[in-house]
């Protein structure tokens, strides 16, 4: 990976909503050969990614995503763990996190929050509405968002 390309960890167990994401970020040129998109398809694939263990075994970890888009609704391990995991590691406590659910239950907004996450936004079930979110998620997140060192 280059020193300009950016990664986005996307963590979703949903195939129509993979393909409407990574649909979005190619359509606006950020899914393109300047950055990559990683998809984990439930938790313990994110943390294996994240941590370099089960199937990254030997992943860089030192190389980590620009930014991680959460689904909370996960087989194995859910989204919420997967972020209190994340905060509770030095070497992942700072990586930007972006919940990016179905959810509309206000308890998962104040978890989420409560586990640092540095975003909260449910899907539009709109196809434009989703596509566009996920332009401006990407824009802002890889384009104008400085992330702290890590």
């Known amino acids: ?6 990664t986005i960890l996307l963590v979703e167990d949903n195939p129509d ?3 409407l994401a990574i649909r ?3 359509r606006t040129h950020i899914g393109n050969h300047d950055n990559e998109i990683i998809v984990a398809h439930d938790g313990v694939e994110a943390l294996d990614y994240l941590f370099g263990t089960g199937v990254h075994i030997g992943r860089d970890i030192n190389v980590q995503p620009t930014v991680i888009l959460l689904d909370l ?3 194995r391990v859910d989204g919420m763990e997967v972020l209190k995991r994340l905060r509770e590691d030095s ?3 700072l990586l930007p996190v972006v919940v990016l659910t179905t959810s509309d239950e206000e308890q998962d907004v104040v978890n989420s929050y409560k586990l640092r996450c540095n975003s ?3 899907k539009p079930v709109d196809f ?4 566009e979110a996920i332009r401006q998620l990407g824009v802002y ?3 104008m968002n400085e992330s702290p060192p890590i």
């Open 1 to 6: 990976m280059s020193s300009s390309q950016k």
């Open 128 to 131: 434009i509405q989703f596509s």
């Open 141 to 143: 997140w890889l384009l």
């Open 73 to 75: 609704k996960l087989p």
């Open 120 to 122: 909260y936004i449910r």
């Open 24 to 26: 979005a970020l190619k």
């Open 91 to 93: 070497r992942t406590s």
């Open 17 to 19: 909503d993979e393909v």
